[in-house]
C-alpha cells in the first residue's frame, strides 16, 4: 500500500537521470529524493521526504497547520529550494538545472493559490496571459504587449476555467468574487499548458458551493490532459473524495501514504497526533 | 447604587511611572544638544532683533514689483520649466530599472548593497552641489541642472519605488514566479502595477520639488530663473527681483495644484 520511496529504492544514475529499479518501466513524474528544509539550521519544515508520484495522480497533502505542507509542494517548482535532498522530474533534479533552464521547467507547472494571488489592478486577461510571461520576449514584455495568440489561448482558457461572461474579461481582477478569481488564476495555470497542477489550499477562501465546483474542474482538467496534481488540502472529506492518492504529513515528515478510502481513523490520529481523540500535549 | 459600581469595578492594574530616570535623562540630553545648536549656530534673538529695521529696509526696496525688462524673463522662466519637466522625466524613467536593482526582494544581496550605496551617494549629495559639478563638467545653461535634478530624483524615486516593491504583496510575486517568468518580469508584472499610483504620486511630487529647485540651480550658473534673480539682487534690482520671485511663487502654486489634481484622479 505504502509508495514511500526509501532510499535504496531509486539511485541516481548519470547525473540528472534517475531510474527506478524496483518499479520497471514505470517512470515517476515527480520523484522527492531525501528532501529536507530547515530554517536556520535547526527548524525542521521538511525532514527526509522520499515521496514518487506518478503522472496523472490526483495527490493530496494533508496535515494540521505548519507542518510542512506547503513548504513540500513549493520545493516541486522550486520556489523554496532544499537544504538537503532534491525534487527530480522526469527524471531531472531541477538542483543541477541552470536559471534558464529551471525557468522553463516552472513554466510547465502551473500553480493556484489559497489567496488566487492575481495582480488586483490588472485586467482579468492581462492576469490570465502572466501564464505566457515565460515565452514573451523582452520588448513585448517592457511594453505589455502580448501576441494575438496569447489574447485567443488567455479566452480559450477563461472558458475552459468556467468563465463565459466576456464582459468579464476586461474587469479589473479585484472586482471579482472569490468564486470568479478562482477561476481566473485556474485560466492562468492552464494558459501554462501545465504538466503539473499545483495547488495551495485552493478552496480556503471559497464557500461550500464554489470548494466542490473548484475540485471538480481542477479534477476535470487533469483527466482530460491526464496531469498530475500535488494539492494541499485540510479538509479531510474532500480530500477522501477527490484525491486519488492522499499523503499525510507530521512534523515534516510521511506519516500517512495511500488512496483516500484506506484513510481511517488510526491514520489521521497518527497524521494530527491525537489519542483517544485528543491531540497529544493538550488537555 | 454608586458605591455597588465602585465595589464591582474592574481592578485598576499598576500603572508604570510616567517619569522614570531613563526618560528624564533622555530628555536631558535632547535640551543639551538643543542648547549646544544653539551657541554653535551663535543664533541670538537679539542680533535677530536689531536687525530687524534692516529687513524692513531692504523689503521697502523690493516693493513694489518692477515689471521693466518682463520680456527678458521669458527665456529663464520656460528654462525652469524645461530642467523640471526633462530631470522628472530621466529621473522617473531611470528610477524603474535602478528600484528594481535596489530591492532586496528581487536581486540577491551583492546587487542591491552596492545600488543602494550609490543611491545613497545620489541622494546625500544635495542638488546644488550636484550642479556645481556639472557646470564645471558640461559648461554654464540650464543642462548641468538637468543632470544634477537627474541624478537626485534617480537617487529618491529609486529608494522610494524600492522600499514600495520590498512592502509589497509576496503572494503577487510569487504567482509570477510560479509562471517561470524571470525575475525583471516578475517585478514588471507582479509589483509595478501594484506600486504604480504609489510611483506616479512619487514623481508628481518630484516634478513639483524640481521645478522648485531648478529656480535655485540658476546660483551657481546653471540655468533657470535663479540666474535672473542673481543678477538682480546682486545689481541692487530689488522691484525685478521681487518679481521674478512673484512668477516662481505662481508658477510652483500651479504645478503644485495641477500635481494634487492628477494625484486624486489616479487613485
Not at chain 1, 128 to 150: E, I, K, P, Q
Not at chain 1, 229 to 235: A, P, Q, S
Not at chain 2, 215 to 225: H, N, Y
Amino acid at each position: 500500500m505504502a509508495r514511500r520511496v526509501g532510499s535504496s529504492t531509486f539511485e541516481v544514475a548519470g547525473g540528472c537521470a534517475v531510474s527506478e529499479q524496483n518499479a520497471g518501466s514505470r517512470k515517476p513524474k515527480i520523484i522527492v529524493d531525501h528532501l529536507t528544509k530547515s530554517y536556520d539550521g535547526h527548524i525542521i519544515a521538511v525532514d527526509d521526504i522520499n515521496l514518487s508520484i506518478d503522472k496523472g495522480e490526483y495527490c493530496i497533502l494533508f496535515g494540521p497547520s505548519g507542518v510542512g505542507k506547503s513548504t513540500l509542494m513549493r520545493h516541486i517548482n522550486y520556489l523554496i529550494k532544499p537544504t538537503k535532498g532534491d525534487i527530480v522530474i522526469d527524471g531531472k533534479r531541477l538542483g543541477e538545472m541552470k536559471t534558464k533552464e529551471l525557468l522553463k521547467q516552472r513554466s510547465r507547472i502551473g500553480m493556484i493559490f489559497q489567496e488566487f494571488n492575481l495582480v488586483n489592478r490588472m485586467s482579468v486577461i492581462m492576469n490570465v496571459m502572466c501564464g505566457r510571461l515565460h515565452y514573451l520576449n523582452a520588448w513585448r514584455s517592457l511594453t505589455f504587449s502580448f501576441t494575438r495568440d496569447d489574447h485567443e489561448r488567455a479566452i480559450d482558457c477563461l472558458r475552459r476555467a468556467g468563465l463565459h461572461e466576456e464582459e468579464l474579461y476586461f474587469r479589473r481582477a479585484d472586482t471579482l468574487s472569490g468564486g470568479q478569481k478562482q477561476r481566473v488564476a485556474i485560466a492562468r495555470m492552464l494558459i501554462q499548458e501545465p504538466e503539473i497542477i499545483l495547488a495551495d489550499e485552493p478552496i480556503a477562501a471559497l464557500d461550500v458551493k464554489n470548494q466542490h465546483m473548484i475540485l471538480e474542474l481542477i479534477g476535470d482538467i487533469a483527466r482530460r490532459d491526464n496531469i498530475t496534481i500535488v494539492m494541499t488540502l485540510h479538509h479531510l472529506e474532500l480530500a477522501k473524495k477527490y484525491a486519488s492518492r492522499i499523503i499525510g504529513l507530521s512534523e515534516g515528515k510521511v506519516a500517512f501514504d495511500g488512496p483516500g478510502e484506506s484513510l481511517d481513523e488510526a491514520a489521521i490520529n497518527r497524521v494530527f497526533k491525537m489519542e483517544d481523540g485528543k491531540v497529544v500535549g493538550t488537555t | 447604587m454608586a458605591n455597588e459600581t465602585t465595589a464591582n469595578a474592574v481592578p485598576m492594574p499598576h500603572f508604570p511611572p510616567r517619569y522614570t530616570p531613563f526618560r528624564l535623562i533622555v530628555a536631558a540630553v535632547i535640551a543639551g544638544i538643543y542648547w549646544w545648536s544653539v551657541v554653535g549656530a551663535e543664533f541670538s534673538p537679539v542680533e535677530l532683533a536689531k536687525g530687524l529695521p534692516k529687513v524692513w529696509e531692504t523689503l521697502v526696496l523690493m516693493f513694489p514689483p518692477s515689471l521693466e525688462g518682463y520680456k527678458s524673463l521669458w527665456v529663464p522662466f520656460w528654462e525652469t520649466l524645461y530642467i523640471g519637466i526633462l530631470a522628472t522625466f530621466f529621473g522617473s524613467i531611470i528610477s524603474i530599472p535602478v528600484g528594481f536593482l535596489a530591492s532586496q526582494n528581487m536581486v540577491p544581496w551583492w546587487i542591491y548593497h552596492p545600488v543602494r550605496m550609490v543611491l545613497n551617494i545620489f541622494r546625500g549629495v544635495s542638488e546644488i552641489i550636484w550642479a556645481l559639478f556639472f557646470v564645471v563638467a558640461v559648461g554654464l545653461g540650464p543642462m548641468p541642472g538637468v543632470i544634477a535634478l537627474t541624478i537626485f530624483s534617480v537617487g529618491m524615486l529609486s529608494k522610494l519605488l524600492s522600499e514600495a516593491v520590498e512592502a509589497s504583496d509576496i503572494g503577487m510575486l510569487e504567482a509570477m514566479t510560479a509562471t517561470g517568468a524571470s525575475r525583471w518580469k516578475v517585478f514588471f508584472y507582479g509589483a509595478m502595477p501594484e506600486v504604480f499610483p504609489l510611483y506616479i504620486s512619487y514623481t508628481l511630487y518630484y516634478w513639483d520639488h524640481n521645478t522648485r529647485q531648478a529656480t535655485v540651480l540658476g546660483f551657481v550658473g546653471a540655468g533657470g530663473l535663479g540666474v535672473t534673480l542673481l543678477w538682480n539682487m546682486s545689481m541692487y534690482e530689488f522691484e525685478q527681483a521681487t518679481t521674478v520671485v512673484i512668477i516662481i511663487v505662481c508658477m510652483i502654486t500651479v504645478i503644485d495644484r495641477l500635481c494634487l489634481k492628477m494625484r486624486e484622479a489616479i487613485q
